[in-house]
């Protein structure tokens, strides 16, 4: 394509508190219609929310995992729109189309991403405010009817707005992928785009050059997948290179994506903030915010994703790609964090981790908590693999069956006799019993054919039933020769 996409992302997240934002109703999922509304999330005349402390609490601790200033005086405002799925007719938020009224809790933070080159890019955050959810509309009951579920209604969100600072699609999936990570390291958000947790509109526009004035975006709603973000944005790009190059201007609009058919499609002409006429919320009061609360806040900060793959860099001598796959989901990280407590070579652990273990991962349907064994298993089995008790080969063996009955390796390689042979003698003769059935490739080996060197070994492993020590074989080999 002859032309430069320029990019922002809008991530909506639900947060992870127990009842509504402005009301003591739970939150729950897959539940009976209508079970948890009151007049409050309903809207009804004569209500007054208030706030809840720890939906607060939880975007203070977003803005601070992604650098963000904190507004100590942020500002609930009223978005208006008629939507059947809104019985208020507006939405309380944090925006405003001038100044005086727009005040988000958080703004001009940033996150960097490592793109598949290798280089390392700054990408601004502009804002995070908080906002309530609309409720739920359903189609499936009738043909000609649709039936209205409150359950939503009310639900904390935190909306981020990138800087529009990305270039390609494959960084916009890089940067959703990170702000994921941080949702579900710092416990703000589930984080789970399958089922609601977070979605994300991609903005996007092209020009003719990086240095060219930004051409008329496109926003694409509701993409619910890493996949579908990539997909979309390249489809509206390639239409709008397809536009341009037609002679006609790219119309600015709100669009949907549609994955059948592998192109995006106009919903609306795209709403400007005036058409929303936003002011202040008469029935909120602003959030006040202390510092004391915000450095308290920043102290029970985890460790971030960053942090945590420069800590396995330098601690366990990993690779930066291999520290980048453990640190990428996080119930996998800490369940390697804890597994290399009782390890002695965290860096063969982490092979296995990334390897054998996430292999058998991907056919889990819940993940690795649907693992038999413990991470103490892992590092324990890893051990003995250090101490050369059983082998490289072995460990495979022993790794299948903790898979299979969730055992200790210890119990199985007893159970099986599974022990390495490590006396010298026994090693030698069954060497020689190698060597002796195969005297020819034996004296072309001794010759110089190096690659015969693979063949006896696999013999040697195979005669003794995989339990022969491979240093020990092949400093066997090069003796005998």
């Not at 979605?199 to 890493?226: H, M, Q, W, Y």
Request: some cysteine; charged content about 25%.
């Amino acid at each position: 394509m002859n032309y430069s996409p320029v990019i922002g992302l809008e991530i909506h997240c639900q947060l992870a508190t127990k009842t509504k934002l402005f009301c003591g109703c739970e939150i729950e999922v897959n539940t009976k219609p209508n079970k948890h509304v009151c007049p409050i999330c309903l809207g009804l005349p004569g209500t007054l929310p208030a706030p809840n402390k720890e939906a607060v609490n939880l975007a203070v601790k977003l803005g601070l995992a992604l650098n963000c200033e904190i507004d100590t005086r942020a500002l609930w405002t009223r978005k208006n729109y008629f939507y059947p799925d809104s019985p208020k007719g507006y939405q309380i938020t944090q925006t405003g189309t001038i100044p005086a009224h727009d005040h988000p809790i958080c703004k001009n933070g940033y996150i960097e991403i490592i793109s598949g080159n290798g280089e390392k890019k700054r990408i601004g955050i502009t804002r995070i405010h908080m906002e309530e959810d609309a409720g739920k509309l359903v189609h499936d009951f009738s043909p000609e009817s649709s039936h209205f579920d409150a359950n939503r209604c009310g639900t904390p969100l935190c909306e981020i707005v990138t800087e529009p600072d990305i270039r390609s699609s494959e960084d916009a999936v890089l940067v959703l992928q990170k702000i994921k990570q941080i949702l579900e390291y710092t416990g703000v958000s589930n984080a789970n785009m399958e089922n609601g947790n977070m979605r994300c509109d991609g903005n996007v526009s092209i020009r003719k050059s990086e240095d060219a004035p930004f051409g008329t975006r496109a926003e694409i709603k509701n993409l619910n997948s890493f996949s579908n973000l990539q997909k979309a944005l390249e489809a509206e790009m390639a239409l709008q290179a397809v536009t341009l190059d037609s002679g006609k201007e790219v119309e600015q609009c709100t669009k949907r994506y549609d994955a059948n058919h592998n192109k995006t499609i106009v919903i609306r002409s795209k709403e400007d903030s005036h058409d929303y006429k936003y002011f202040p919320d008469p029935d909120m009061l602003r959030i006040f915010i202390d510092e004391n609360l915000i450095n308290s806040i920043r102290e029970s900060l985890p460790e971030l994703p960053d942090a945590r793959r420069a800590r396995f860099e330098s601690d366990f001598g990993l690779s930066s790609y291999d520290a980048q796959v453990l640190t990428a989901d996080k119930e996998v990280s800490d369940w390697f964090d804890l597994a290399s407590k009782n390890c002695k070579n965290p860096k063969l652990l982490a092979n296995w981790v990334t390897s054998e273990l996430m292999r058998e991962l991907k056919e889990m349907e819940n993940g690795i908590s649907a693992l038999k064994f413990k991470p103490e298993d892992l590092a324990q089995m890893v051990n003995l693999i250090e101490d050369n008790t059983i082998s490289g080969k072995i460990g495979k063996t022993v790794f299948a069956e903790m898979l299979a009955t969730g055992k200790d390796p210890d119990s199985i390689i007893k159970e099986k006799g599974l022990v390495q042979i490590t006396d010298t003698a026994e090693i030698e003769a069954i060497v020689r019993k190698v060597i002796e059935a195969n005297s020819a490739q034996w004296q072309e080996f001794k010759g110089g054919k190096a690659q015969l060197r693979g063949f006896f070994v696999g013999q040697i492993m195979k005669n003794s039933g995989g339990k022969a020590n491979p240093n020990l074989v092949n400093r066997l080999l090069d003796e005998l020769a």
